[in-house]
């Protein structure tokens, strides 16, 4: 039986829709954090920005963000291909890592809390300039109400991250359910014809009477089977 969510849409096409979407996203971020670390192996300068200024600790964090975002896209690439062919086995891997990413993003969640309402310079020694060349520390220094939205929409992003989370693990399950009964089919002695309804249609059928005559007049050369020797034949 198909499983749903949001009270109608099966949970097949969430995965589909929630892993293309991932692809997409993170595949962009993943683009867009290989293409910084490129400015700023190569000191280039766009805007107002300059990459050469970027310290060690700075590219570091590209390199980590750039790996993490193409992992991601990768394992959104085989819960689509999952989505698709309907395979268990693609869309286990997809469900398990996007646990492991919402456990990841709470504990990011976390930590960029604790560096908005501080104030302080979570990384030591990490400096930025400015458009005037002026050096900064690397410090998050919001309004109040800036810092109530941004909270707002971290939790509402790891509610929905969470759910989705819940939402592929149905499928597995699903996929894991239709898959046992595929087995136990084969053993019923009836099929269900209409899934819509309680119509069954029988798997075993008795063997007809010429199907036991043609099996007796064939039952390995016994003498006393053939109906000029039996019992009463010349009686």
């Known amino acids: 039986m198909s499983k749903h969510f949001c009270c109608c849409i099966p949970v097949r096409a969430a995965v589909f829709f929630f892993s293309f979407l991932s692809l997409l996203v993170s595949g962009a971020s993943a683009a867009l954090a290989w293409f910084i670390l490129f400015q700023i192996d190569h000191d280039k300068q766009i805007g107002d920005v300059d990459f050469g200024s970027v310290n060690n600790k700075g590219r570091i964090a590209f390199i980590v963000a750039g790996s993490v975002f193409t992992l991601v896209t990768l394992i959104s690439f085989f819960g689509f ?140 050369g016994y003498a006393y089977a053939d109906p000029a020797h039996s019992f009463g034949n010349r009686a």
């Open 81 to 220: 291909l999952g989505a698709v062919l309907r395979k268990r086995r693609f869309v286990k891997l997809y469900s398990f890592f996007t646990w492991f990413i919402f456990l990841l993003s709470c504990a990011a969640s976390g930590f960029y809390f604790y560096a908005v309402f501080s104030g302080k310079n979570i990384f030591n020694g990490c400096t930025v300039k400015d458009s005037s060349g002026v050096e900064h520390e690397c410090r998050l220094t919001l309004p109040t109400w800036q810092k109530v939205v941004v909270t707002i929409v971290v939790l509402i992003t790891l509610f929905i991250h969470g759910y989705i989370a819940i939402v592929i693990g149905r499928y597995v399950e699903q996929l894991y359910d239709e898959h046992q009964e595929h087995k136990l089919g084969e053993y019923k002695l009836a099929r269900n014809v209409n899934a819509s309804s309680s119509t069954y249609e029988p798997t075993y059928y008795p063997p007809t009477a010429q199907d036991q005559q043609h099996n007796h007049n064939n039952a390995g």
